[in-house]
């Protein structure tokens, strides 16, 4: 087995330094970006492995003579896989640092967040009492049947983040505000209107909340006051949009990228 590595990366590239593929004869997990680029490093990893090639650094160009007008350049580096426990180890590491949120309530709009957050790097604890409104729980997601909100909030760490999306406005209006008043969340986001947000904000301010902790709400969440103003509401659409902010704020620390392909 090989590991394929993104071992430097200038300019617009596909993915960044640090990017891995693990290549085998018959089977790989990971990608590098896609594309060309990927296509022949795949290609070139199975020589080496049937001895028909040295694994050794290559340095690609991704202007047209790579059929990839991306215009950055990777420095890709092949190397040996002897112990595949000690990658996998690796993996659990780095998925155990990943951003946790945790998403309080399993409706419409919470199974397909659900859904929409599974696949990305991100640690989701699903959060309701009611346990037959889960249904199909996506690989990777941490379902928590619990009335006990107060100890889900405990287990965040600071720069992790909540949605909030109970059936009770009562029991939403506590989570934000115990969320809110924390300080160290990356994204408290709560369904609702504009309506629903100024009359939380009047009971935050009458309960003595900062206004700077009352301003690091998202409400409408999922770009509704963003660039786009997207007025679609079905579930599937808003969860999409929620994951895109989620991404946004957990994982690139609230920047978005501008560069060609995955990030």
Same mark, same amino acid.
């Given at each position: ?177 115990? !969320? +809110? ?7 408290? @986001?709560?369904?609702?209107? %504009?309506? /629903? #947000?100024?009359?939380?904000? &009047? ?12 301003? !690091? +709400? ?7 006051? @963003?660039?786009?103003?997207? %007025?679609? /509401? #079905?579930?599937?659409?808003? &969860? ?24």
């Amino acid at each position: 087995m090989l590991r394929i590595l993104v071992a430097d990366a200038a300019g617009s590239t596909p993915r960044e330094a640090g990017a891995f593929m693990l290549v085998s004869h018959n089977a790989q997990t990971g990608t590098i970006g896609g594309g060309t680029l990927e296509w022949e490093c795949l290609a070139q990893a199975r020589r080496i492995l049937s001895g028909a090639a040295l694994a050794q650094e290559y340095r690609y160009r991704l202007g047209p003579e790579a059929d990839q007008c991306c215009g950055g350049a990777v420095t890709i580096r092949y190397e040996p896989v002897f112990d595949l426990d000690h990658e996998l180890s690796c993996l659990e590491a780095e998925q155990a640092s990943w951003p946790v949120v945790s998403v309080f309530g399993a409706g419409h709009v919470g199974r397909a967040l659900a859904q929409a957050l599974s696949p990305l790097p991100l640690a989701l604890r699903w959060i309701d009492s009611r346990a037959d409104e889960f249904g199909l729980v996506p690989e990777g997601v941490t379902m928590s049947v619990t009335q006990d909100w107060e100890a889900e909030l405990a287990l965040l760490r600071p720069g992790d983040g909540v949605v909030i999306m109970t059936p009770s406005h009562t029991l939403d209006a506590l989570i934000t505000a115990a !969320a +809110l008043d924390r300080g160290d969340l990356a994204y408290v @986001g709560l369904i609702g209107s %504009r309506t /629903k #947000r100024r009359r939380f904000e &009047a009971g935050f301010r009458a309960l003595g909340m900062a206004q700077h902790r009352i301003d !690091a +709400l998202v409400c409408p969440i999922g770009h509704h006051d @963003g660039p786009y103003r997207i %007025r679609d /509401k #079905r579930p599937s659409v808003i &969860a999409a949009l929620v994951a895109a902010e989620l991404i946004v704020k957990l994982v690139h620390g609230g920047q978005a990228s501008n560069g060609c392909g995955s990030t």
